[in-house]
């Protein structure tokens, strides 16, 4: 089972990224999946979340409206959209798989890939 997040730069405040998600392995129908992101000195945060079930969305409140998740089935590959990027997203983001329902602890999440970095300069 591996989890292969891509996409992560270099892009100036206000700008876009999408990050991309690959997953091999596993019955992706049966995962919640999700992003998360850690900034140096900072511990791991939970950025959206996306329900095997419905697709149901989630997000944590520092990124709604601006970020957006989603999913393609066919390529097993999750995706996170993100506009309106401040110096505040800088960080490595992590995308995750768990067996349960949505969750925003990490700790619920059982299947990690390696980071990816965004960097916004101001």
């Known amino acids: 089972v591996q989890l292969q997040a891509s996409g992560g730069g270099l892009v100036q405040a206000g700008g876009s990224l999408r990050l991309s998600c690959a997953a091999s392995?596993?019955?992706?129908?049966?995962?919640?999946m999700g992003w998360f992101r850690q900034a140096p000195g900072k511990e791991r945060e939970f950025v959206a979340a996306?329900?095997?079930?419905?697709?149901?969305?989630y997000y944590a409140d520092s990124v709604k409206g601006r970020f957006t998740i989603s999913r393609d089935r066919t390529k097993n590959t999750v995706y996170l959209q993100m506009n309106s990027l401040k110096p505040e997203d800088t960080a490595a983001y992590y995308c995750?798989?768990?067996?349960?329902?949505?969750?925003?602890?990490?700790?619920?999440?059982?299947?990690w890939g390696q980071g990816t970095k965004v960097t916004v300069s101001s």
């Open positions: 995750a798989a768990s067996r349960s329902a949505w969750s925003p602890y990490a700790g619920d999440y059982n299947i």
């Open positions: 996306i329900s095997w079930s419905a697709g149901n969305t």
């Open positions: 392995g596993l019955t992706f129908s049966r995962y919640t």
